[in-house]
């Protein structure tokens, strides 16, 4: 088993959320509960204060050194389009895609629109348009999708997606490879909540058995979820957790791939 390691950038800065949607009074909520039921220290409560000054809700220069460091493929999903409290501009994703292209990234689309094929077609080449990338994938922000959205995202002409989330192995929608994940960051420290309500060993014991069953069911790729906002000292657990997770899987001789280096892989011999 190999793994992939994506990360989607649901948010650029704190201002873009000002008046346009209901995130910084949750963001504001939850950081208390997290402080008040002893889940984040005094430390992490003030540097999210600090971030929220600093106007800075993104970590990628800073996920992509560590990725480097440790040999690991880096892969993001970022928008062009907003909606369920992601707001930030095409110039600033653009910034962002300028520096990932530059530091070897791949590059794929987070999806807003997932219902109609209108709308779907529209957000594709919107992003070509604007990023001039030829080939990419697709992960739905918060992994929305209906009973047809696959099919209307290879339709649209999707390279990849890795919407669902299932212990299958990746299948082929047309010419689209299909990656189903297992990890997502948020379900397994949130668990269920909309809040931190894990500690770090309990969300490491979490993992391992996620791990664990993957290998039960031979799946060839164990798909990750990490979101660059978390790869902060403000979000502690977050960031101990994605350490972590990257040394386990090294020691258990886990190799890392990418969604392009994966499909190479799987289209030489169909049988991985
Ligand atoms: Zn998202």
Redesign the pocket.
């Known amino acids: 088993m190999k793994a992939i390691i994506s990360h989607?950038i649901?948010h650029i800065t704190v201002w873009e959320h000002l008046f346009k949607d209901t995130i910084l009074p949750k963001y504001m909520t939850r950081m208390h509960i997290e402080l008040l039921s002893g889940k984040i220290s005094l430390r992490e409560y003030t540097l999210r204060w600090s971030d929220f000054f600093k106007n800075k809700w993104q970590n990628v220069d800073e996920l992509i050194t560590f990725n480097n460091i440790n040999n690991l493929p880096s892969s993001f999903f970022v928008a062009v389009n907003k909606g369920v409290g992601?707001n930030y501009t095409n110039t600033s994703a653009l910034l962002w895609i300028e520096q990932m292209k530059h530091r070897n990234c791949e590059i794929g689309l987070?999806g807003i629109d997932f219902e109609s094929q209108g709308l779907i077609d529209r957000e594709y080449n919107l992003f070509h348009e604007l990023t001039k990338i030829e080939t990419f994938g697709i992960r739905m922000?918060?992994v929305r999708n209906t009973g047809q959205t696959f099919q209307q995202l290879a339709n649209a002409g999707y390279t990849y997606d890795s919407t669902e989330h299932a212990f299958k192995k990746p299948y082929k929608i047309g010419n689209m490879w299909e990656f189903p994940f297992q990890i997502m960051d948020g379900w397994i420290i949130e668990n269920y909540k909309k809040w931190q309500s894990l500690d770090l060993k309990q969300a490491k014991e979490n993992t391992i058995k996620l791990i664990d069953k993957a290998h039960e069911q031979d799946l060839p790729y164990l798909g990750i979820d990490f979101h660059d906002r978390y790869f902060s000292h403000a979000f502690k657990t977050w960031l101990d957790w994605y350490m972590w997770l990257v040394d386990y899987l090294k020691t258990n001789k886990i190799d890392f791939v990418n969604f392009k280096m994966a499909i190479d892989e799987l289209e030489k011999s169909p049988s991985v």
């Open positions: 989607d649901d992601l987070h922000h918060y």
